[in-house]
């Protein structure tokens, strides 16, 4: 009977594992599918524009530098400035993916790669249970001995203690590493952020001394 339960209870978390991976899996195509956009928009259409924005600046404190007084330098100083952060800002923007994007894309393809392989091992379960209702409807048709029934449960116990024993493993390996590939890339991202900061401060300040 406790043989029985086991193996209703594992059928069970297998199963519910099985949803599981079906579900992850889907949503890590979607997050690898986000990040791939993003590092191309940080390379592409986020580099341009920043770039193009400190191109304009640019071109204004040059223009301020035809007809310069004295009095107006700092203005004109301020906003050559100004176009360089902003071009200096387009270039963190074209290196960032390789901090934050590019290392969560490595986890995300190394676990869609775990996950292929899981589908497989849950159909290894499910014809082992299979196999043990087939065995004790026999038995209760008095087609099989109980001995035989009984080898056949114990060997499915065996299958569903390895699958669960796999499971387990499977979630506490998921938590360790992709905390650590989000912390990574969380912390990434502040610090891709605190330098554009810096840079703004840099430049804000330059008004302070007009």
Do not use: W
């Not at 071109?59 to 310069?68: C, D, G, H, V, W």
């Not at 330098?73 to 800002?89: C, D, L, N, S």
């Not at 995300?108 to 392989?117: F, K, V």
């Amino acid at each position: 009977m406790g043989t029985d339960l086991d193996v209703s209870r594992g059928d069970q978390e297998v199963d519910q594992f099985g949803r599981f991976v079906k579900s992850m899996d889907d949503n890590m195509l979607k997050l690898k599918a986000r990040c791939q956009e993003h590092c191309e928009q940080h390379s592409g259409i986020f580099t341009k524009e920043y770039q193009k924005i400190g191109q304009v600046f640019t071109k204004l404190s040059e223009t301020f530098a035809m007809e310069e007084k004295s009095y107006a330098r700092p203005i004109t100083e301020a906003f050559g400035q100004t176009g360089r952060t902003y071009e200096t800002v387009a270039k963190l923007y074209e290196d960032q993916p390789k901090n934050d994007l590019l290392p969560l894309l490595d986890v995300i393809r190394e676990y869609l790669g775990i996950l292929s392989t899981y589908p497989d091992i849950v159909e290894v379960h499910k014809d082992s249970a299979q196999k043990i209702q087939q065995c004790k409807k026999l038995k209760e048709e008095e087609k099989m001995a109980e001995a035989d029934v009984t080898e056949i449960v114990e060997r499915g116990s065996v299958i569903t203690a390895s699958v669960l024993s796999e499971i387990n493993h499977f979630h506490s390996e998921r938590v360790v590493d992709l905390k650590g590939a989000m912390q990574n890339f969380l912390q990434a991202q502040i610090a891709f952020h605190e330098q554009i900061i810096g840079n703004l401060r840099e430049a804000l300040g330059k008004y302070d001394q007009c």
